[in-house]
T-cell receptor, first 111, second 116 residues
Framework: QKEVEQNSGPLSVPEGAIASLNCTYSDRGSQSFFWYRQYSGKSPELIMSIYSNGDKEDGRFTAQLNKASQYVSLLIRDSQPSDSATYLCAVGKSSASKIIFGSGTRLSIRP | DAGVTQSPTHLIKTRGQQVTLRCSPKSGHDTVSWYQQALGQGPQFIFQYYEEEERQRGNFPDRFSGHQFPNYSSELNVNALLLGDSALYLC???????????????FGEGSRLTVL
C-alpha cells in the first residue's frame, strides 16, 4: 500500500468549472497535509496546507481534510487554463521529519 | 534573495558510473531534502540532511549517499548507476524547526540525469 495515493488522471475540466482532486493516506499519525502544483518541466510549488479537520479556503482554492477517513481533497473554483498542471498531494509527520508525496493528478482545463 | 540552486541541470552518464549532484539551499534554511522524480511520477524521498547528518532516509539503496557542508549546501552521490536511476533529482530546502509542520519545502529546478 502506497503511503499517499492519488488518481493519476488526466482530469479534464471545462474552463470556469470546479476541479476536484482527491488523495488518501495510510499513516494515521500524519499531522500535516499539503497540495503542491507542478507545471510541466518545472519544480513543485506549495499552494495549500491544512492541519485540522474541515475546510481551508485561499482564493479560488479550498483544501478539505478528513482524518477519520484519511482523506484530503483540493477544490479549484472558476478553473482557468493556467491551472493546467500536475497536482501533488503530500503528507508530513513531525516525528518522521519528512514529507511524502503522492504520484500526482494531471489536471487539464479545456477552454 | 537567491532561492534553491542545483547543478548541473542536465547530465548524461553510462551504467556503472558515479554521479555527484549539488544543491545550495535558500538563504536562511538549514535543512536539505533530496527527492527522485521519475517521469510521470511524484517525488520520492531519498534522504534529508540537517546539521551535517543524515536525519531521515527513504527506501533507497546504499548506492545513494549524501553530504551536507557547514554552509548548509549539500551533495547527492549515486554510485554504480543503473538505467533505472534516470530521473529528475530535486533538492528541497526548509527550516528544521518548521519544515514538516508548515510544508514550506522550497524546491530547486532539479538535475535531470540520464543513464545510458
Amino acid at each position: 500500500q502506497k503511503e499517499v495515493e492519488q488518481n493519476s488522471g488526466p482530469l479534464s475540466v471545462p474552463e470556469g468549472a470546479i476541479a476536484s482532486l482527491n488523495c488518501t493516506y495510510s499513516d494515521r499519525g500524519s499531522q500535516s497535509f499539503f497540495w503542491y502544483r507542478q507545471y510541466s518541466g518545472k519544480s513543485p510549488e506549495l499552494i495549500m496546507s491544512i492541519y485540522s479537520n474541515g475546510d481551508k479556503e485561499d482564493g479560488r482554492f479550498t483544501a478539505q481534510l478528513n482524518k477519520a477517513s484519511q482523506y484530503v481533497s483540493l477544490l479549484i473554483r472558476d478553473s482557468q487554463p493556467s491551472d493546467s498542471a500536475t497536482y501533488l498531494c503530500a503528507v508530513g509527520k513531525s516525528s518522521a521529519s519528512k514529507i511524502i508525496f503522492g504520484s500526482g493528478t494531471r489536471l487539464s482545463i479545456r477552454p | 534573495d537567491a532561492g534553491v540552486t542545483q547543478s548541473p541541470t542536465h547530465l548524461i552518464k553510462t551504467r556503472g558510473q558515479q554521479v555527484t549532484l549539488r544543491c545550495s539551499p535558500k538563504s536562511g534554511h538549514d535543512t536539505v531534502s533530496w527527492y527522485q522524480q521519475a517521469l510521470g511520477q511524484g517525488p520520492q524521498f531519498i534522504f534529508q540532511y540537517y546539521e551535517e547528518e543524515e536525519r531521515q532516509r527513504g527506501n533507497f539503496p546504499d548506492r545513494f549517499s549524501g553530504h551536507q557542508f557547514p554552509n548548509y549546501s549539500s551533495e547527492l552521490n549515486v554510485n554504480a548507476l543503473l538505467l533505472g536511476d534516470s530521473a529528475l533529482y530535486l533538492c528541497a530546502s526548509s527550516l528544521q524547526t518548521s519544515g514538516v509542520l508548515t510544508g514550506e519545502l522550497f524546491f530547486g529546478e532539479g538535475s535531470r540525469l540520464t543513464v545510458l
